[in-house]
């Protein structure tokens, strides 16, 4: 496995990542992630350069839907139902395929939906059906024209910056991030790994089930120090 874990890691023999370019014209999410002990010294570095908190601590439950058959999986995009403070829904491509890019870089599309709930009848109506949950306490900021979000999941905690490439290794860099413990994997991603790797009788993603299973997601991921300003 790579010292920066990245979905291709955790696909399994005869599974392929796409090679397939982000359409130009279409919104793309370009991102990276850092796995921390927890939250409080990032919290502090956030402060100390003037972050600005743009949504409070919220819970949110996510449903990712398929066909019966996982072929949405299998061609490693993602159709995602979210609820937390609204509702949205949101489609995701694969990864693109540029070995210049030292983010994660994917075609997102998304849109707010009045209910949660009604939406999830129509997906199923048209024969998607829900194969997987997963929840997370999400905290946002923004920073120098990158969204910064720290992510509680149940399997440990996360930084998550999102935004153009070129300020991403910047604003890693002054909040105390180092860049070469990124993980570009996704959660659900991650998720795959933690059940192969602790032999969880379980897919989905919630506090519930990880509360009967812990694991030790540092046996897996780089963990990330974040650094003092008297350490930089």
């Known amino acids: ?4 874990i990245d979905d291709s890691d955790i696909l399994t023999p005869g599974e392929e990542g796409s090679d397939r370019p982000v359409d130009g014209g279409q919104p793309v999410e370009v991102e990276v992630k850092f796995f921390l002990e927890d939250h409080g010294k990032l919290r502090e570095r956030l402060a100390e350069v003037g972050a600005a908190l743009h949504v409070p601590r919220v819970y949110e439950r996510n449903v990712r839907f398929d066909t019966p058959q996982e072929s949405l999986l299998g061609r490693q995009e993602l159709l995602r139902l979210r609820q937390d403070s ?15 890019s030292e ?9 707010d939906v009045a209910d949660f709930d009604r939406m999830s009848a129509i997906l199923q109506r048209l024969g998607f059906i ?25 399997y440990g905690n996360f930084v998550e910056l ?3 490439e070129s300020d991403l290794k910047s604003v890693a860099a002054a909040l105390g991030l180092d860049w070469s413990r990124r993980v ?8 795959e790994l933690c059940r192969r790797s602790f032999d969880l009788p379980f897919t ?3 506090f519930d089930n990880f509360r009967e299973r812990p694991v030790d997601m540092g046996q897996l991921l780089p963990v990330c120090i974040v650094l003092g300003l008297e350490e930089l």
């Open 130 to 154: 829900p194969v997987q949950t997963y929840e997370k306490y999400r905290e946002t900021y923004h920073w120098r024209d990158v969204e910064i979000v720290l992510d509680e999941m149940p």
């Open 162 to 164: 999102e935004g153009a």
């Open 184 to 191: 570009l994997a996704n959660y659900l991603g991650l998720m």
């Open 204 to 206: 989905d993603l919630t």
């Open 103 to 111: 983010a994660k870089v994917r075609e997102e599309i998304e849109l």
């Open 1 to 4: 496995m790579s010292a920066i």
């Open 86 to 100: 609204r509702a949205r829904l949101t489609f995701k491509g694969p990864s693109a395929a540029d070995s210049a």
